[in-house]
């Protein structure tokens, strides 16, 4: 049925977005007209919450599109792995990363390298959303679940893309040198030359003002240059293992509704009275995927 549901909608996002006889809508008046069936819950058993002084991280995990990475992300977890790790490197325009960077932290149950998850080959449980513009990078890009993504030219292959706001695996030179230790989250432009070349799994739907306003590394590539200058990690947690008060009631639109193809193409044709004269093009990470907090985050 999912899959289903994602065909019509991608008939649905071709050049003729809305018909003509629809009135024009911002994004706000269109998030007003919403309905319960518009918005989804995030899965507890894959959002992580990462803890600092500052506040609350919200992450939701891709165990679709990276199943090995996930499990492992979740062990490491359990493990409290993470926490009192720092971030090591904040480099303007492109990365917050966190982890261990001298390797010596025990790992307990889980795998310190995996063999790399770049890609994943299409299935009925990863239904697509297209976009109707072409992309420099993928013959075609989309949404998946509700998440950035493209596919190949067969459209037998898929991966999730760097969008701002990605959570991504880091690794050495070697493609399968990776396992979550060290893991970074875009916070500038779109670097998609990362696309197929590193682990996503999966993006920051909530405090990402916390990780962008971080300082900036001085050292090369943005690295701290004093340990003691990154941000510490109190802890990171599923929020499936927490009680349900200290979790975060959060919801994010679905990306495979009649109502996201109308957000979509009032995006591409902006009709606020500020513009003069409309794109007609929306680039995949220029599309905004809107969050709801129905409670507030408890700061501990």
């Given at each position: 049925?999912?899959?289903?549901v994602a065909q019509v909608i991608m008939v649905a996002l071709a050049p003729t977005l809305v018909a003509a006889s629809d009135p024009p809508r911002?994004?706000?008046?269109?998030?007003?007209?919403?309905?319960?069936?518009?918005?989804?819950?995030?899965?507890?058993?894959?959002?992580?919450?990462?803890?600092?002084?500052?506040?609350?991280?919200?992450?939701?995990?891709?165990?679709?599109?990276?199943?090995?990475?996930?499990?492992?992300?979740?062990?490491?977890?359990?493990?409290?792995?993470?926490?009192?790790?720092?971030?090591?490197?904040?480099?303007?325009?492109?990365?917050?990363?966190?982890?261990?960077?001298?390797?010596?932290?025990?790992?307990?149950?889980?795998?310190?390298?995996?063999?790399?998850?770049?890609?994943?080959?299409?299935?009925?449980?990863?239904?697509?959303?297209?976009?109707?513009?072409?992309?420099?990078?993928?013959?075609?890009?989309?949404?998946?679940?509700?998440?950035?993504?493209?596919?190949?030219?067969?459209?037998?292959?898929?991966?999730?893309?760097?969008?701002?706001?990605?959570?991504?695996?880091?690794?050495?030179?070697?493609?399968?040198?990776?396992?979550?230790?060290?893991?970074?989250?875009?916070?500038?432009?779109?670097?998609?030359?990362?696309?197929?070349?590193?682990?996503?799994?999966?993006?920051?739907?909530?405090?990402?003002?916390?990780?962008?306003?971080?300082?900036?590394?001085?050292?090369?590539?943005?690295?701290?240059?004093?340990?003691?200058?990154?941000?510490?990690?109190?802890?990171?947690?599923?929020?499936?293992?927490?009680?349900?008060?200290?979790?975060?009631?959060?919801?994010?639109?679905?990306?495979?509704?009649?109502?996201?193809?109308?957000?979509?193409?009032?995006?591409?044709?902006?009709?606020?009275?500020?513009?003069?004269?409309?794109?007609?093009?929306?680039?995949?990470?220029?599309?905004?995927?809107?969050?709801?907090?129905?409670?507030?985050?408890?700061?501990?």
């Amino acid at each position: 049925m999912i899959l289903r549901v994602a065909q019509v909608i991608m008939v649905a996002l071709a050049p003729t977005l809305v018909a003509a006889s629809d009135p024009p809508r911002t994004m706000s008046e269109l998030l007003a007209h919403s309905t319960t069936a518009d918005w989804r819950r995030l899965d507890p058993a894959n959002t992580l919450y990462l803890q600092l002084d500052t506040g609350r991280v919200i992450i939701e995990l891709a165990p679709e599109f990276a199943p090995r990475h996930v499990a492992n992300i979740r062990a490491l977890t359990h493990e409290h792995f993470y926490d009192g790790l720092a971030v090591e490197r904040v480099q303007d325009n492109f990365v917050v990363q966190w982890g261990d960077p001298t390797q010596r932290r025990p790992v307990g149950t889980a795998a310190r390298t995996l063999p790399a998850e770049f890609t994943q080959p299409v299935g009925p449980s990863l239904p697509f959303t297209r976009l109707p513009d072409a992309d420099g990078y993928a013959p075609s890009v989309g949404f998946t679940l509700g998440l950035p993504a493209a596919r190949d030219a067969s459209g037998t292959t898929t991966w999730l893309v760097h969008c701002y706001g990605a959570l991504g695996v880091g690794r050495d030179n070697d493609a399968d040198s990776g396992g979550g230790t060290e893991l970074y989250v875009v916070i500038g432009h779109a670097p998609r030359q990362l696309d197929r070349n590193a682990t996503v799994v999966g993006r920051v739907v909530s405090g990402m003002e916390l990780l962008a306003t971080l300082p900036r590394g001085t050292g090369p590539l943005g690295f701290y240059e004093r340990p003691q200058q990154g941000a510490v990690i109190r802890s990171v947690r599923l929020a499936a293992d927490l009680p349900a008060p200290e979790r975060t009631t959060i919801e994010v639109l679905r990306t495979d509704t009649p109502l996201f193809a109308r957000l979509v193409a009032a995006r591409r044709n902006r009709t606020d009275d500020w513009y003069k004269v409309p794109a007609g093009y929306i680039d995949l990470c220029n599309v905004p995927l809107p969050v709801r907090i129905s409670a507030p985050s408890p700061s501990g």
